[in-house]
């Protein structure tokens, strides 16, 4: 039997990919091996969650079971690949080889953590990128059998959105960061400080500007030396501070890769022949955008060209809806700092348009009630990766 296709990952990239090539191609051996449950779920709804009161077995739509009964696929759960051998085609998985005919790198991104947590509070720091992750810290919550004070360190879209969410669902939430306002790589800071505002009306004590300079025990809570000086206490912690791509596996077997992912063409092909690459890991033509619809657009083209169709991928104008509803935010970040950002409205509803040099529209970002102008905007923004 030939080798299989074979996924490295079950994350949204993953197993989109899989359902794309099986809708092209119903008959191709292919396995997919995953480090974690396997379940196929959406990531973005991890951070739905708690409003709802959903378990986090309610966030996975299909069980691996059931991706492999459908997919028609070979699925490895908690299965994690050692290393690559280029020369002879084969993942090492402890002592087993299992050669693969294509290979696809979708191991996303892990939290990058930037201060050491110390062994006595390890139980009760948290950072949620998957679905394993969200029923640990679930669980633990739901645990204390009361409502829980919740730090939250960093306030970028996963920080910002646990923190909508776990206060909606009745938790204390302190939101600590080093930047002055919330979705500081989203938002002009006029815009990101109506976010906060929303936030504190709402009950939530926001730290901002100030950086975490220790974490220690403190009795049964977590303790948080803050660099201004100021400390807090809390239950439990999440720490929300950024993601780096998980390159390890492709960097040790020699594939080109630099900080901001594994580097691949507009086709997903890395820098060798045959190995492919999207979602949260991939830096395609120079770009990693770790959302969505990027992983989308590039699980549909990677699985033309798996098919005999090469396709180079191009990502649209894509406005990441930020999932805070006490202020609702929409924002397209400008691919380079623009020239000037024209900010209207009041009262915490606003439009901010970022314009080049020469007065285009390069991005823009909405607050409140202007996030209507949504579909408007994006019409006449630029792609991305055009
Ligand atoms: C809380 C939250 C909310 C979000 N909300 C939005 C949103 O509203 N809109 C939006 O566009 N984006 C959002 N994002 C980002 C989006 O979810 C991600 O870009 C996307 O899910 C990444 O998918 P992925 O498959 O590339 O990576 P991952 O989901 O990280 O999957 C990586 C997979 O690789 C596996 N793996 C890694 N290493 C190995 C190994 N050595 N061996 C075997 N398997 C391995 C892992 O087990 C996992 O299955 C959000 C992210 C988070 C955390």
Request: hydrophobic letters at 45%; proline letters at 9%.
């Amino acid at each position: 039997m030939s080798a299989p296709l074979t996924i490295i990952g079950s994350g949204m990239a993953g197993i989109g990919l899989l359902r794309q090539l099986r809708a092209l191609d119903a008959q191709r051996p292919v396995t997919l091996i995953t480090a974690d449950s396997g379940d196929d779920y959406a990531k973005p709804l991890l951070s739905t969650g708690f409003a709802k009161r959903l378990p986090p077995d309610r966030l996975a739509a299909r069980s691996p079971l059931r991706v492999a009964e459908q997919l028609g696929a070979v699925v490895r759960t908690h299965t994690r690949v050692e290393a690559i051998d280029l020369a002879t085609r084969t993942l090492q998985i402890g002592a087993e080889r299992l050669p693969w005919s294509e290979l696809v790198l979708a191991t996303g991104a892990a939290p990058a953590v930037p201060f050491p947590v110390p062994e006595a509070v390890g139980g009760r720091v948290f950072s949620i990128n998957d679905l394993d992750d969200y029923r640990a810290f679930h669980g633990t919550l739901e645990a204390l059998g009361r409502p829980g004070r919740v730090a939250i360190i960093g306030a970028g879209l996963v920080g910002c959105e646990f923190a909508n969410d776990l206060l909606a669902g009745g938790h204390e939430v302190s939101l600590v960061a080093p930047e002055p306002a919330p979705l500081p790589r989203l938002l002009p800071e006029p815009l990101g400080r109506a976010l906060g505002e929303a936030f504190e009306e709402a009950g939530m004590l926001l730290s901002l500007g100030v950086g975490v300079r220790a974490l220690e025990a403190a009795g049964a809570d977590v303790g948080l030396a803050l660099d201004d000086g100021s400390y807090l206490e809390a239950d439990l912690v999440l720490v929300a501070t950024g993601l780096r791509p998980r390159t390890a596996l492709a960097e040790a077997a020699g594939l080109a890769v630099s900080a901001a992912g594994i580097h691949t063409d507009r086709h997903l092909t890395t820098s060798v022949p045959g190995v492919h690459a999207l979602g949260d890991v991939a830096c395609v033509d120079g770009m990693n955008a770790m959302y969505v619809q990027p992983l989308q657009a590039s699980a549909k083209a990677l699985a033309l060209t798996l098919t005999g169709t090469p396709t180079p991928v191009s990502y649209g104008p894509w406005p990441v809806v930020v999932k805070t509803p006490l202020r609702p935010v929409v924002a397209l970040p400008p691919a380079s700092p623009p020239a000037r950002w024209r900010i209207e409205g009041e009262a915490g509803n606003f439009t901010a348009l970022a314009e080049s040099e020469d007065g285009r529209l390069i991005g823009f970002a909405l607050t409140g009630a202007c996030v209507r102008r949504k579909v408007e905007l994006a019409r006449v923004a630029p792609p991305l990766l055009g």
